[in-house]
């Protein structure tokens, strides 16, 4: 005995990403703002000029990625129900990655879903975070392993936000974009060797390149079950790091970085990549200041930390590795006496 259930569902999830001075924008229908300390002091009066609704709501969390969090989740839901948000209200995520992360996974959860739009404030959340739906939160056994795919309806990049944005964030960023660079556009790696980001012509076309980039991959790939993985490249060695470092010693993008360079030695080790090209990628990270190394303490320790990453399995870890520069080769089948070798480089130092 059977029955079926056929749904066939076409779902139009498009929206617009504006990379321009944020225009002003009223909304018939409640909405909150979700922000944290650092953005709300320096932003949020901005903002207020541009944004108007039916009913505003502002709830400020805590700033920093320990806080991206259970704790920080409910505290945005509990504001949400008491000021009785419906099916029909929205959010604004105003800040960088982790607040759109977590903005974007309310809004999936809430009433099962409500819409929401990304705001970015950082370089980071500009070209990466806010554009491809990924929402979540971090717990005790790694990075982003709770969440959801919920797009934003729309996202406004205004590059005015970048001009409070500290170096160390900034350089955060730029590892995201050397990511998409090495990953699928040679041309844009050699247009960033050049490049003066401190020159705001320049960045806004940087801006539009990484998220152009990272827009083809995600309309190819938007639950990532292929090639959106790619990524992912430098993060499956930078989510370790974090972890191990209790998300209080690097930024993201600074943990990224260091997972660029290690992914690129078995990139070299695996004949994918020349030591020279390896070399490139390593001089323009650290440019902008970015950090190469990190000290590994236990190199077995940091290997089965592998596993929880989400694109990995019960027996084998899921590597995001570079050909060259400008194309990727996602893999399960690099062997522990590889990935080993390298770890065992940076314990070395």
Avoid: C, W
């Avoid at 991206?68 to 009785?84: A, C, G, M, P, Y």
Wanted: hydrophobic share 40%; net charge neutral.
């Amino acid at each position: 005995m059977q029955v079926n259930i056929t749904l066939k569902k076409v779902v139009d999830d498009s929206y617009n990403i504006i990379i321009d001075t944020l225009p002003k924008i009223y909304f018939d229908t409640k909405i909150a703002i979700i922000t944290n300390s650092t953005v709300s002091k320096l932003h949020l009066e901005y903002l207020l000029t541009k944004i108007s609704a039916k009913e505003l709501h502002v709830i400020t969390l805590k700033d920093g990625e320990e806080y991206k969090n259970q704790e920080s989740i409910d505290t945005i839901l509990n504001s949400l129900f008491e000021n009785r948000f419906n099916r029909k209200s929205m959010l604004i995520a105003f800040g960088g990655g982790v607040i759109g992360d977590m903005t974007g996974f309310s809004a999936s959860i809430y009433q099962r879903g409500i819409d929401f739009i990304q705001i970015p404030t950082t370089l980071l959340s500009q070209v990466d975070a806010s554009v491809g739906g990924k929402t979540g939160m971090n717990n005790r056994y790694g990075k982003n392993l709770v969440g959801a795919f919920h797009q934003p309806k729309a996202v406004y990049i205004d590059p005015y936000f970048l001009t409070t944005l500290p170096n160390r964030e900034f350089g955060a960023g730029v590892a995201e974009i050397v990511k998409m660079a090495v990953t699928f556009n040679k041309s844009f790696f050699e247009f960033l060797e050049k490049a003066n980001l401190k020159n705001a012509n320049v960045l806004q076309e940087v801006i539009k390149r990484a998220v152009q980039t990272k827009a083809d991959v995600v309309v190819k790939d938007e639950k990532e079950h292929g090639i959106r993985a790619a990524l992912n490249y430098g993060h499956t060695f930078g989510h370790v790091i974090e972890n191990k470092t209790k998300y209080k010693k690097f930024l993201h993008g600074e943990a990224v970085a260091i997972g660029i360079v290690m992914a690129n030695e078995v990139a070299v080790k695996m004949n994918q990549m020349t030591m020279e090209e390896a070399f490139k990628i390593k001089q323009l990270l650290e440019k902008y200041n970015l950090p190469t190394t990190f000290e590994i303490d236990d190199v077995e320790s940091f290997y089965e930390t592998f596993f929880l990453d989400k694109k990995s399995s019960d027996s084998s870890i899921t590597f995001i590795i570079p050909k060259g520069i400008g194309d990727v080769v996602i893999t399960d089948k690099i062997d522990k006496e590889t990935i080993m070798y390298v770890l065992n480089k940076f314990g070395e130092h």
